[in-house]
């Protein structure tokens, strides 16, 4: 498999990014990056980002979760950050990327998860909560979804084209436009830090293809894990945003459907679809609010 690796240079120096990096290599050779913050002994806080970011996105939430007496973990998805980068597109799937990451967590032995998740960090989330149920003491969810063959929204549809067809791909500016925050010239680079070239955006432009909307391969994956999900009895905390186009509502699914939702106190966030570097602080306490449940 050809890989591609960022070179360390482009991480230099980004703004409200004191952390060192960590790697843990998984099969297949893949190097795995992952920021680890707070106690080892301390309960994990996992948090997941989507695409096209990588764990910039989550630089306001990893100090404040430490600083509350939990371990702050971060991992870049395989093809974003700071992690391995695939080169070919057969090498990337949803189930992929879910059996990725379940090494990832199995490797570092994390038990006790709150996991806190948005956009593709819920895809690849909630299917590891329905595949180690066990591993997992709750979960927080914002602006992201669980879907099983439904067909593609409007704006969604927009979105997959682009990412598809258009000849130039501006990741950085692609975060600032969901982000209804006027992000600086820095924080706008330290997004397109890690894909310094056409190559390097391989995941970042086919995830959105992956999305199992429709006749998609992964729709029956999908179902089985709603089934595990309607299982799933301990607390699920929606905090999603009020100004998200693309997953406005989908809360309501989640409050309907997984029994640990029903009796906890929602939040309705605010900003767009990167809520991160909107409310950092309402997911924040939407996090500390799961762990008090659980």
Same mark, same amino acid.
């Given at each position: 498999m050809r890989i591609y690796r960022t070179s360390d240079e482009r991480f230099?120096?980004?703004?409200?990014?004191?952390?060192?990096?960590?790697?843990?290599e998984i099969e297949g050779g893949l190097r795995v990056h992952y920021v680890d913050e707070g106690? /080892?002994?301390?309960?994990?806080?996992? =948090?997941?980002?989507?695409?096209?970011?990588?764990?910039?996105?989550y630089r306001r939430m990893i100090g404040p979760v430490a600083a509350a007496g939990f371990r702050a973990v971060v991992p870049d998805l395989i093809g974003f950050g700071r992690s391995d980068k695939p080169l070919e597109r057969t090498a990337y799937s949803y189930a992929a990327e879910v059996a990725w990451m379940r090494q990832w967590i199995e490797r570092l032995d994390l038990k006790d998860i709150i996991l806190a998740c948005q956009d593709w960090g819920s895809l690849i989330g909630l299917r590891l909560?329905?595949? =180690?149920?066990? /591993?997992?003491?709750g979960v927080a969810l914002s602006n992201g979804g669980l879907p099983e063959g439904q067909p593609a929204p409007r704006a969604f549809a927009i979105w997959r084209a682009f990412a598809r067809y258009s000849p130039v791909f501006p990741i950085g500016r692609i975060v600032h436009a969901g982000a209804k925050r006027r992000l600086t010239p820095e924080e706008i680079a330290a997004y397109d830090a890690p894909f310094p070239t056409r190559a390097s955006m391989v995941a970042a432009r086919l995830f959105p293809s992956l999305v199992p909307l429709g006749d998609n391969i992964a729709v029956p994956d999908q179902k089985r894990a709603w089934e595990a999900l309607e299982q799933f009895e301990k607390p699920f905390l929606c905090c999603f945003s009020d100004g998200d186009p693309i997953t406005r509502g989908g809360d309501a699914l989640f409050v309907e459907r997984v029994p640990g939702a029903r009796l906890m106190a929602h939040r309705t966030l605010r900003g767009g679809h990167f809520i991160q570097e909107n409310d950092s602080a309402g997911f924040v306490a939407a996090i500390l609010d799961v762990a008090a449940a659980h």
């Amino acid at each position: 498999m050809r890989i591609y690796r960022t070179s360390d240079e482009r991480f230099a120096a980004l703004p409200d990014w004191p952390y060192a990096p960590n790697y843990l290599e998984i099969e297949g050779g893949l190097r795995v990056h992952y920021v680890d913050e707070g106690a /080892r002994g301390a309960q994990p806080v996992l =948090m997941l980002h989507g695409e096209p970011t990588w764990g910039y996105l989550y630089r306001r939430m990893i100090g404040p979760v430490a600083a509350a007496g939990f371990r702050a973990v971060v991992p870049d998805l395989i093809g974003f950050g700071r992690s391995d980068k695939p080169l070919e597109r057969t090498a990337y799937s949803y189930a992929a990327e879910v059996a990725w990451m379940r090494q990832w967590i199995e490797r570092l032995d994390l038990k006790d998860i709150i996991l806190a998740c948005q956009d593709w960090g819920s895809l690849i989330g909630l299917r590891l909560v329905a595949e =180690m149920p066990g /591993r997992f003491a709750g979960v927080a969810l914002s602006n992201g979804g669980l879907p099983e063959g439904q067909p593609a929204p409007r704006a969604f549809a927009i979105w997959r084209a682009f990412a598809r067809y258009s000849p130039v791909f501006p990741i950085g500016r692609i975060v600032h436009a969901g982000a209804k925050r006027r992000l600086t010239p820095e924080e706008i680079a330290a997004y397109d830090a890690p894909f310094p070239t056409r190559a390097s955006m391989v995941a970042a432009r086919l995830f959105p293809s992956l999305v199992p909307l429709g006749d998609n391969i992964a729709v029956p994956d999908q179902k089985r894990a709603w089934e595990a999900l309607e299982q799933f009895e301990k607390p699920f905390l929606c905090c999603f945003s009020d100004g998200d186009p693309i997953t406005r509502g989908g809360d309501a699914l989640f409050v309907e459907r997984v029994p640990g939702a029903r009796l906890m106190a929602h939040r309705t966030l605010r900003g767009g679809h990167f809520i991160q570097e909107n409310d950092s602080a309402g997911f924040v306490a939407a996090i500390l609010d799961v762990a008090a449940a659980h």
